[in-house]
T-cell receptor
Framework: KQEVTQIPAALSVPEGENLVLNCSFT??????LQWFRQDPGKGLTSLLL?????REQTSGRLNASLDKSSGRSTLYIAASQPGDSATYLC???????????FGKGTRLSVIA | DVKVTQSSRYLVKRTGEKVFLECVQD?????MFWYRQDPGLGLRLIYF???????EKGDIPEGYSVSREKKERFSLILESASTNQTSMYLC????????????FGEGSRLTVL
């Protein structure tokens, strides 16, 4: 059964720092991997989707990488801002028709 | 933009009441999902549906049922609400035929007294 782990559970950084959030998964035969952002009391917003054939995806200051063989993905946030403070969740899908399996998230605080 | 709309953002119900949580998506997606989210437990899948009138149990279906009479609408039903069903409920819709991306609604915070 696929398991997704995100470490650390919480992270606090000063504004302007570059940072990396980690996601690992136990079954490397994935279909795709998706990163989400969640603000307190709100739903999840999709940030980046990486297909199994891709190595990375970029959107603005965000870059997500995927290493299937090692069961890892990273979300890189450049020049962090207080508005980046949120919980970031990673989720993987093993086939086109199976539900995503979620990690428990990393709660990020960017201090001004 | 894909829009997934959950009809109620906040609900307060009493133990034993029947509760309906409604979710509508506007992109003709076949796959829809209901999750609940609790502190320390993360997101847990309750039920999902691949198409109209189809449903599949997720990891924690006990105490819940679902209805998918139309493609755009997926309803979660608590037949007899209990206090341990106090939670944030999240509906999602999957763009399976194109990007494979999952889209979420804003969530429904249910409190059962």
């Amino acid at each position: 059964k696929q398991e997704v782990t995100q470490i650390p559970a919480a992270l606090s950084v000063p504004e302007g720092e570059n940072l990396v959030l980690n996601c690992s998964f136990t079954d490397s035969a994935i279909y795709n991997l998706q990163w989400f952002r969640q603000d307190p009391g709100k739903g999840l917003t999709s940030l980046l989707l990486i297909q199994s054939s891709q190595r990375e995806q970029t959107s603005g200051r965000l870059n997500a990488s995927l290493d299937k063989s090692s069961g890892r993905s990273t979300l890189y946030i450049a020049a962090s801002q207080p508005g980046d403070s949120a919980t970031y969740l990673c989720a993987v899908r093993n086939s086109g028709n199976t539900p995503l399996v979620f990690g428990k998230g990393t709660r990020l605080s960017v201090i001004a | 933009d894909v829009k997934v709309t959950q009809s109620s953002r906040y609900l307060v119900k009493r133990t034993g009441e029947k509760v309906f949580l409604e979710c509508v998506q506007d992109m003709d997606h076949e796959n829809m999902f209901w999750y609940r989210q609790d502190p320390g437990l993360g997101l847990r899948l309750i039920y999902f549906s691949y198409d109209v009138k189809m449903k599949e149990k997720g990891d924690i279906p006990e105490g819940y049922s679902v209805s998918r009479e139309k493609k755009e609408r997926f309803s979660l039903i608590l037949e007899s609400a209990s206090t341990n069903q106090t939670s944030m409920y999240l509906c999602a819709s999957l763009d399976r035929t194109n990007t494979g991306e999952l889209f979420f609604g804003e969530g429904s915070r249910l409190t059962v007294l």
